[in-house]
């Protein structure tokens, strides 16, 4: 019987264990995570989204007091459109984030950096190519893009001179939005090194729209492989979205994927960035209480656990602390909802916003539990203690399952 030992990845002249731990913004996917990843010879993610919020929670930096204070005057505006970021200090959370995650880096493995297209920040060109820039001076192994087509975002690092050896990969969700991609990416001469193929029952945003029930992973993951063979174009696929044990991985390594990447199961682990007491709410989850809705400003669905604060919460934009879904025009689909509801209720008081979320100051301050579909079965991965509560598990518990079960068993941790 196969375990996913027996299968590596090969990148390039790199040959890795096939598991990927996919990026979870705002920093769930910790730089601990990832790092654990890379340590055990797979690869790891971090995310760059809100990273200036992230490099003062770690690095005890000030970036989005300062800028709070920078744009206090406009904070009772119901237009936010002035806000802008720093170029400058955009690079320099970015390099302190990526720069401290590559430095405590051990083992084989790789650290790729998961990049959203929808973090428009009101200049969207700009902001994501000293995003994309940043992190590759300061030496990430990988770029992933993701939540996004993606179309001219390789030109913008195309003069950078990692463009050609780092790891550049995309996540895509069927195989039109590949197509695309390639085609509008044919000049460069630059193929992706990787390509992600996310199915509908991942966590965060899906890249499908309100027929997302309907699409199914090994499918897509079929269209692809045919359309790269017919291409002509040996380019590594990994499988994404509802792989929750060693048995399900090794599925899709016998199908035409090249690795697995998963988070759901990670989301419990003691490395993961989530409070602890919202980890309990992932475990305590049942299939019941998981939904799909489209309260996420970005226009995709997005998965959450029912009880998440931030559904139905009427908060004032943060835009001038935060501001980074602030499309090109400074606009947020949550800021016109706000703004309606204001109307309403001109004191600012007692607003209930149901349609959209303050996306930004939710996810800052992890009110937002999105999730994959199969977190219900996150109880199953471990022990309940006396206080009721499940314990956490390590990172490396969590790999090793992935890498070594076989016949759909998943290995329960020792009482701690
Ligand atoms: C809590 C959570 C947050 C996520 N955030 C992001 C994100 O910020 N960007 C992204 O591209 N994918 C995000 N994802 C998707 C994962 O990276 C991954 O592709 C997917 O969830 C894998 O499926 P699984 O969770 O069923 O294992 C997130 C997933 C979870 C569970």
Not at 80 to 94: C, N
Not at 155 to 181: K, M, W, Y
Request: charged share 20%.
């Amino acid at each position: 019987m196969q375990c996913v030992d027996n299968f590596r990845l090969q990148l390039g002249k790199k040959e890795v264990v096939p598991i990927v731990i996919g990026g979870m913004g705002v920093d769930i996917s910790t730089a601990e995570l990832a790092l654990e990843a890379a340590r055990l010879g797979g690869i790891g993610h971090i995310s760059d989204a809100m990273v200036p919020d992230v490099s003062d929670k770690r690095f005890n930096t000030t970036f989005v007091k300062d800028k709070t204070k920078f744009y206090k005057v406009n904070i009772p505006n119901p237009d936010k459109s002035i806000i802008q970021f720093d170029l400058g200090l955009l690079a320099e959370a970015t390099n302190l984030h990526v720069g401290a995650t590559m430095e405590a880096k051990r083992g084989d493995g790789l650290v790729f950096v998961n990049c959203m297209e929808k973090l428009t920040m009101n200049a969207p060109r700009e902001t994501l190519q000293v995003r994309m820039s940043s992190a590759l001076d300061s030496g990430i192994d990988g770029i992933t893009l993701s939540a996004g087509l993606h179309l001219g975002s390789f030109a913008l690092i195309e003069n950078h001179p990692r463009f050609r050896d780092a790891f550049l990969g995309i996540i895509v969700s069927s195989v039109r939005a590949l197509q695309i991609f390639l085609r509008k990416n044919a000049k460069l001469n630059r193929l992706p090194d990787y390509i992600i193929v996310e199915g509908p029952l991942a966590g965060g945003h899906l890249g499908f729209g309100s027929d997302w029930a309907e699409h199914d992973l090994a499918t897509i993951i079929a269209e692809v492989v045919q359309y790269l063979k017919k291409e002509n174009l040996n380019i590594p696929i990994i499988a994404a979205g509802g792989i929750f044990t060693g048995t399900d991985a090794v599925s899709f390594l016998e199908s035409g994927s090249s690795a697995d990447q998963v988070a759901t199961r990670f989301t419990v682990a003691n490395e993961c960035g989530l409070p602890s007491d919202v980890k309990q709410e992932y475990f305590k989850a049942s299939e019941k209480d998981i939904e799909v809705n489209t309260i996420s400003p970005t226009g995709y669905p997005m998965r959450m656990l029912k009880s998440s604060p931030a559904i139905g919460s009427g908060i004032r934009p943060g835009c001038e602390s935060y501001g980074y879904l602030l499309d090109g025009n400074g606009s947020c689909a949550y800021i016109t909802a706000y703004n309606r509801e204001l109307v309403f209720h001109p004191d600012g008081k007692n607003i209930s916003v149901l349609d959209k979320t303050c996306l930004c100051t939710h996810m800052s301050n992890f009110k937002c539990w999105t999730c994959g579909q199969y977190t219900y079965r996150l109880k199953d991965t471990s022990i309940k203690l006396e206080d009721g509560t499940y314990q956490t598990l390590s990172a490396e518990h969590i790999f090793k399952d992935y890498q070594y079960s076989v016949d759909q068993k998943v290995a329960l941790p020792s009482k701690a």
